[in-house]
């Protein structure tokens, strides 16, 4: 079987996994304890903070360990927009539909259940979201704008440090997800120049269940989970020391080797976007051609089912995606692949295809060799 579907999520790097291990049964202490096993595990965690503190050049202080990239999302919308609004009254909150749905259906409720009111974005023809797009949506009365740094389903990077300038310009909190561009994007806050910004580790080899929200000093929450005072009394609970230590070691080996690892997929990329197009008719990319994730790649077929290209590929040896989130039942195109404007007897045969570190060039020919063949066979199968 031949993984590539690392957008999805990645196995966790052996040095991650090491790094995690003595916090689980040795160094198992409550970090919010006075006694030393505690002190042990506060170590633990203030040292992890300043680890992903150091990569994203900001203070320990402004980081809040979460239990995932959603949890992110959450906490940067819906804490946000509450507490700014709180202050100034104001209520437009500005977001597009190329969002994952951690941040677009957290919008959605922020506008059904607490009176906010939200604006889509409009998005390029590459599922960008061009600075006059902001421009043009910005008014008095917005508190917050939420855009992805790099989209997980078409693999588009967003020009963030131009869009976050904006936000500032006009009094606006800027808030970008940046779970799937941290792999392999700097995710400087100082050069992005954002207020608030999501992470999650199992995008970047670290485990799956633990995540991180960047909180520029002076930015108000209001918390998400109620309890303890742990993370600056913005997210209760006793932290997850073995999983925020494995967060930690992954994001620092990401930003350390992120040139060998651009370097070892993008050609791999390269090639499979040039093969893809060439070899299979009525197949087109989606997503920018140049300004997108070095390990993504990916197309819509005409007249394919999505999931049932998926199933053949799987059956073949192949671990790919459609790149939306929807498995079963009657199939609907993805929001994502629809705002680009593509009709839909194409945008349901979506394939995604992303590279990681035990990605081969072996891998990518037998995948090239595959792919036009099951094209054919989902397209002969195909119900009009
Ligand atoms: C995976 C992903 C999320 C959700 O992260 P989890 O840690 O799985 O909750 C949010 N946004 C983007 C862009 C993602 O790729």
Redesign the pocket.
């Known amino acids: 079987m031949i993984y590539l579907d690392y957008?999805a999520t990645t196995p966790v790097d052996s040095r991650v996994f090491d790094a995690m291990l003595p916090y689980f049964r040795e160094s198992f202490g409550n970090p919010s304890s006075i006694h030393r096993f505690g002190q042990k595990a506060e170590a633990a965690v203030d040292a992890a903070r300043e680890k992903v503190a150091a990569v994203l050049h900001c203070k320990p202080g402004e980081i809040i360990f979460t239990s995932?990239?959603?949890?992110s999302?959450n906490l940067a919308l819906r804490g946000a927009a509450i507490a700014k609004r709180n202050v100034t009254g104001k209520k437009w909150i500005l977001t597009s539909k190329t969002e994952?749905h951690?941040?677009s259906k957290t919008a959605q409720q922020l506008e059904k259940e607490y009176g906010f009111l939200l604006e889509w974005l409009d998005v390029d023809e590459y599922g960008a979201i061009r600075p006059i797009s902001l421009n043009k949506a910005v008014c008095t009365d917005t508190v917050l704008a939420s855009v992805?740094f790099a989209?997980?389903e078409i693999g588009t990077i967003n020009p963030i440090p131009e869009l976050a300038a904006i936000a500032r310009a006009n009094n606006i909190l800027f808030h970008t997800?940046a779970?799937?561009a941290a792999a392999y994007l700097d995710v400087n806050v100082e050069k992005l120049g954002v207020d608030l910004m999501?992470l999650?580790?199992?995008?970047f080899y670290g485990p799956?269940g633990v995540?991180a929200l960047y909180v520029r000093n002076g930015t108000e929450l209001i918390p998400q989970m109620t309890g303890g005072g742990q993370e600056s009394s913005l997210r209760a609970g006793t932290q997850n020391v073995p999983y925020i230590v494995g967060f930690a070691v992954a994001l620092q080996l990401a930003m350390e080797e992120r040139d060998a690892r651009i370097a070892h997929v993008q050609p791999l990329r390269d090639h499979i976007i040039g093969e893809v197009l060439e070899t299979i008719s009525d197949s087109k990319l989606t997503g920018h051609p140049e300004s997108r994730l070095p390990n993504h790649a990916s197309f819509v077929f005409k007249d394919v089912d999505g999931n049932l290209l998926l199933q053949l590929l799987d059956s073949a040896g192949f671990a790919c995606s459609s790149g939306s989130a929807c498995k079963t039942g009657n199939p609907e195109p993805s929001e994502v692949i629809t705002s680009l404007g593509t009709p839909r007897n194409w945008a349901l045969g979506s394939l995604r295809i992303t590279l990681g570190v035990d990605s081969s060039p072996a891998h990518v020919d037998e995948f090239l060799k595959t792919l036009p063949i099951l094209v054919e066979k989902a397209r002969g199968l195909h119900q009009r």
């Open positions: 957008a995932c990239g959603s949890e999302d994952h951690a941040v992805m989209n997980n997800d779970v799937q999501s999650g580790g199992h995008k799956k995540g």
